[in-house]
C-alpha cells in the first residue's frame, strides 16, 4: 500500500511539473479539450511509470517506438499540435524515474519560469501569472529540501547512516535558512531592482544614437515568390500514410501485449484494495530499527544563569527587603548574610561543612591575618565589629534558625550598632 | 532581470555569510568523546562503544559527521542495519552521523563483539560538519585514547584434555587444609568446604561479605609454571598448528592460571615468543598468587605474538640448567620432538613435574 501512496505522489507531482505548459498549451481550448489534453496526459504518465515493470530492453524498445510513432503521428496528422505529442513522448521517457531527486524539481522550476517568460509575452495569458509564480516559489522550496536531503544523503557516506531524525532537522535548518532569505529578499527587491537596472541617459546631442542617420528605413522588397508556394496546400506522401500504419499496428500489439501480461500478473481484489486504503489510513508510524542506542539530555541547566554580555545586562537583581519590614529573626539572619558575604567578598574561602559559629570564628581569625594597606580601613571596620559581635551573632543566629523564642528588638540594635552595613 | 539577479546576490551573500558563520563557530564548544564500557574483556564477549557529543552553545549543528578507523577485528553487532563501515583485513571506517540542537548531548551505543585477542586502539576521529543548506564544511582531526584489550577466552576446567584437568586438580589440591600446616599466617583466601571455622578470617568476610579464612604457610609447593610454546611450525617432521590452535593455546594457559590462581595457588608463566613489551626475549613470570597477578598475566598474554624469540628446546635446556625442583610445569605445545621429551624427562628427574597439552594432530597421537 505503502508503494501506491508514493507512485500516486510520484504521478501528482509529474502532473504539477508539467502543469504550467498544460495552461499554456489549452489557453485557447473549450473545457472538453482541456479535460481530454489532461486526462491524455494523465494516463501518459501513468504509462510511463507502468513500464517498468517491464524488462529494461523491453522498455527502451517501447519507449522509443512510442515516441517515433508520436512524433511521425505529429508530422503527418497533427503538424499544429506536434510539440504536444514530442511532450507526451517525453513524459513517456520519463515514467523511467520511479522516484524524483532534487533535479527534477528544479525542472518544474525552469518549466514555470519558462511558461512566466511566455506569458509576459502574451497578455491573454496574464491571468496565469500569479499562480505560476507561487508554484515556481514552491518548486524553489521544494527543490531546496529535496537538495539538502541529498546533500545529508551523500554526508551519510551514501551507506544509511543518515537517519530520519537527522534529516527532519537539516530540513528544518533548510526552511529557517529559506524563510530568512525571502524575507532579505522582501524587504529589499526594491532597492535592489533599482540599483541594478541601468540608468537610461540620453543626449540628445549624441549624433550616434540618432537612428535617421545610422539605421536606414526599411525598403519594400516585394513578395517573393516562394512565399506564394508555401501557402499552397502540398499532397503528403503515401510512405508516410504506410509507415504511420505500421507504427500504429505495432503499438497496438504491444499495448494489448502489456495490458495481457498485466491482467495476467494481476493479485489484486476489489475487497483487497478497500482494505488496502484502509490500512493504509490507519497506519502507525513506523519506528525506525536503529544499529545502536541513542540518548540525548539538554545541557541548558548546565548553562550559567544570565551568562553573557546581554544576559549581564538584562539581568536582575533579586530585590531584598527593606530592613525596617524584616523580623527580628530575619534581620539576625540579615546581618549573618551579610557579614559572611563581605568576607567571601575580601576573598574568605567558604566552607560548606563549617557551622554558622565555626565560620564566623574562621572568618574572624581570617579577618585578623588579613588586613592589608589597600583595603586597611574597610577591613578594620568589618573586622572590629566582627570581633565585638561574633559570639553574639553566633548565639543569635542559632536562635533565630532554630529557636521558637522571639529575639528582642535591643539585641538586634547592639548587633547592628558599628555594621558596616547601616540599614534603615 | 535586475529582480532575478538581486535575489540570486542577496541569496548567495546569505549563504556564503552562514557558511562562514558555521566554519568560525561550528566547533566551539563542541566536545566528542569516545570510549568503551569496559576496557578489559574476553575474547567472545560483547562492550558498548559509547561516542558522547556535546554542543555547548547556541548554534546548532545541522549535520556532524564523525569518522574512525577501528580495528577490524572488533566486529559491530547490528552492520547489518545500514552502518557506514567498510571493513578492511586491519582496519574498518567507522561513521556516525549526528544532528545536535543548540545546548544538546548526544550519547550514542554501539554494541561490539570482540572475537579475537589483542589490544585495539583508537587514536584519532575526523569530525567533519555541514551548514544550514547542508553542503559540506569544515574538518578538524581530533586525538582520542579510547582503547579495550581483549584477553584469551577462558574454558572450564572440564574442555581440557582428561590429563592436563587431573594434573591441574591434583596441583589445585595441594592448597588444601591439611597442608597448610606451617604456624605463619600467609593471608587469606575464599573459604572452600572441609576448612573449620576456627580458620574464618571474621574481619574480613565482614568488610567484603565473603566468607574469607585464614591462608597459612605451606610447606608443600603448590606453583604451577605454565609454558607455552609460540612455535607454530616444526620444520623437522613439517607439522604446523594454526593461528587459531595458538589461541586455542593461549586459552588453555589463561584458563590454567586462572583455575589455579582462583583457588588460591599461585601461577607462573614463561612463553618463548615476541610479546608486546620486548620483541626478541621470553616473556616470564615468577609464580605469584593473587587476582592482581592474574590480570597482569591476562594483560600480557593479550599482547602475545606466535613469532619465536627462542626455540623450545633452548628454553627446556634453560629450564634445566637453572636445576629447580619441586616445580610443576605445564607445557602447552604443538609439537614435541625426541630432544625436547629428554629435556622434559631430565626436569622431571630434577623433582618436578611436567605436564603436556599438546594441540592439534600432536593431542591425537
Known amino acids: 500500500m505503502e508503494r501506491v501512496g508514493k507512485l500516486i505522489l510520484r504521478v501528482l507531482a509529474e502532473c504539477l511539473i508539467w502543469l504550467p505548459l498544460w495552461l499554456l498549451f489549452t489557453a485557447n481550448m473549450g473545457l472538453s479539450d482541456k479535460l481530454r489534453l489532461g486526462m491524455v496526459i494523465l494516463i501518459t504518465i501513468i504509462a510511463g511509470l507502468a513500464l517498468n515493470r517491464l524488462p529494461a530492453l523491453w522498455r527502451k524498445v517501447v519507449v522509443i517506438v512510442a515516441i517515433f510513432a508520436l512524433v511521425a503521428f505529429g508530422i503527418v496528422n497533427y503538424t499544429d499540435h506536434l510539440p504536444i505529442l514530442i511532450w507526451l513522448g517525453i513524459m513517456l521517457w520519463r515514467g523511467r524515474y520511479a522516484s524524483l531527486g532534487y533535479w527534477h524539481y528544479g525542472l518544474g522550476f525552469g518549466v514555470c519560469t519558462l511558461g512566466l517568460i511566455a506569458i509576459a509575452q502574451n497578455e491573454a495569458w496574464t491571468d496565469y501569472r500569479l499562480p505560476l509564480i507561487l508554484l515556481a516559489l514552491a518548486w524553489v522550496v521544494v527543490w531546496f529540501v529535496a537538495l539538502n536531503r541529498s546533500l545529508v544523503q551523500r554526508a551519510g557516506l551514501l551507506s544509511g547512516i543518515a537517519t530520519k531524525p537527522v534529516m527532519r532537522a537539516n530540513s528544518k535548518y533548510v526552511m529557517i535558512f529559506l524563510a530568512v532569505s525571502m524575507l532579505a529578499i522582501a524587504l529589499t527587491v526594491g532597492y535592489g531592482e533599482k540599483l541594478l537596472t541601468p540608468k537610461q541617459i540620453v543626449n540628445p546631442n549624441n549624433s550616434w544614437i540618432d537612428p535617421e542617420r545610422f539605421i536606414p528605413p526599411p525598403q519594400d522588397a516585394g513578395r517573393p515568390e516562394w512565399l506564394d508556394q508555401l501557402g499552397k496546400p502540398k499532397k503528403p506522401s503515401v510512405v508516410w500514410d504506410y509507415l504511420l500504419g505500421i507504427v500504429i499496428v505495432f503499438a497496438v500489439i504491444g499495448l494489448v501485449r502489456f495490458v495481457g501480461l498485466l491482467w495476467k500478473d494481476k493479485n489484486w481484489t476489489l475487497k483487497g484494495i478497500l482494505d488496502a486504503i484502509k490500512s493504509w489510513f490507519l497506519r502507525e508510524k513506523q519506528q525506525e530499527t536503529l544499529p545502536y542506542i541513542e540518548e540525548q539530555r539538554s545541557l541548558r541547566k548546565e548553562k550559567k544563569q544570565g551568562g553573557g554580555v546581554l544576559g549581564g545586562l538584562l539581568r536582575r537583581q533579586p530585590r531584598r527587603m527593606d530592613w525596617e519590614r524584616l523580623s527580628n529573626p530575619d534581620k539576625v539572619r540579615r546581618l549573618y548574610e551579610d557579614a559572611v558575604a563581605e568576607g567571601i567578598r575580601q576573598g574568605y574561602e567558604f566552607r560548606t561543612s563549617d557551622t554558622p559559629s565555626e565560620t564566623l570564628a574562621a572568618l574572624e581569625r581570617w579577618q585578623a591575618d588579613q588586613v592589608t594597606a589597600t583595603h586597611k580601613e574597610r577591613q578594620s571596620d568589618f573586622g572590629n565589629w566582627l570581633h565585638r559581635v561574633r559570639n553574639a551573632l553566633a548565639s543569635l543566629y542559632g536562635k533565630a534558625r532554630y529557636s521558637p523564642h522571639n529575639i528582642s528588638s535591643e539585641d538586634v540594635e547592639e548587633l547592628h550598632s558599628g555594621s558596616p552595613h547601616r540599614y534603615k | ?365
Open chain 2, 1 to 365: 532581470m535586475a529582480v532575478i539577479l538581486w535575489i540570486v546576490l542577496v541569496m548567495t551573500a546569505l549563504y556564503l555569510l552562514q557558511r562562514i558563520f558555521f566554519s568560525i563557530f561550528g566547533f566551539k564548544a563542541l566536545s566528542y568523546t569516545r570510549s568503551f564500557s569496559s576496557t578489559r574483556v574476553h575474547a567472545g564477549q560483547t562492550v558498548w562503544m559509547r561516542e558522547t557529543i556535546a554542543n555547548r552553545k547556541r548554534l546548532p549543528l545541522p549535520w556532524l559527521r564523525v569518522e574512525s578507523m577501528l580495528p577490524a577485528q572488533l566486529v559491530f553487532k547490528h552492520r547489518e542495519a545500514d552502518m557506514s563501515i567498510n571493513r578492511g583485513d586491519r582496519l574498518q571506517n567507522h561513521a556516525s552521523l549526528f544532528s545536535i540542537p543548540s545546548y544538546t548531548e548526544i550519547v550514542r551505543k554501539h554494541e561490539i563483539a570482540c572475537p579475537f585477542r589483542g589490544k585495539y586502539r583508537v587514536t584519532s576521529y575526523t569530525l567533519s560538519m555541514g551548514d544550514l543548506v547542508g553542503l559540506s564544511g569544515k574538518s578538524i582531526q581530533q586525538q582520542g585514547n579510547c582503547e579495550v584489550v581483549v584477553y584469551p577466552a577462558l574454558k572450564e576446567i572440564r574442555e581440557f584434555p582428561l590429563g592436563a584437568r587431573k594434573y591441574l586438580q591434583s596441583v589445585r589440591s595441594m592448597i588444601s587444609p591439611i597442608m597448610e600446616n606451617h604456624h605463619h599466617v600467609a593471608g587469606i583466601r575464599p573459604y572452600r568446604e572441609g576448612d573449620s571455622f576456627r580458620m574464618v578470617n571474621w574481619s574480613a568476610t565482614a568488610k567484603t561479605g565473603n566468607l574469607l579464612v585464614h591462608k597459612r604457610e605451606s610447606m608443600q609447593d603448590n606453583d604451577l609454571t605454565i609454558i607455552l610454546n609460540a612455535e607454530l611450525l616444526d620444520s623437522a617432521h613439517n607439522a604446523r598448528i594454526t593461528s587459531e590452535e595458538f589461541e586455542g593455546a593461549l586459552s588453555y594457559a589463561a584458563s590454567a592460571a586462572q583455575y589455579v590462581i582462583s583457588g588460591g595457588g599461585k601461577a607462573g608463566f614463561i612463553f618463548n615468543g615476541a610479546n608486546d613489551g620486548a620483541e626478541n626475549s621470553i616473556f616470564r613470570a615468577p609464580a605469584r598468587a593473587g587476582s592482581a597477578h592474574m590480570d597482569m598475566l591476562l594483560e600480557a598474554m593479550a599482547g602475545f605474538r606466535p613469532v619465536t624469540a627462542l626455540g623450545l628446546s633452548f628454553l627446556l635446556e634453560q629450564l634445566v640448567a637453572e636445576r629447580t625442583r619441586g616445580m610443576n610445569y605445564f607445557l602447552i605445545t604443538g609439537f614435541i620432538d625426541g630432544k625436547q621429551e629428554q629435556l622434559v624427562s631430565k626436569l622431571r628427574g630434577q623433582g618436578n613435574t611436567v605436564q603436556l597439552l599438546l594441540l592439534g594432530k600432536g593431542a591425537v597421537a
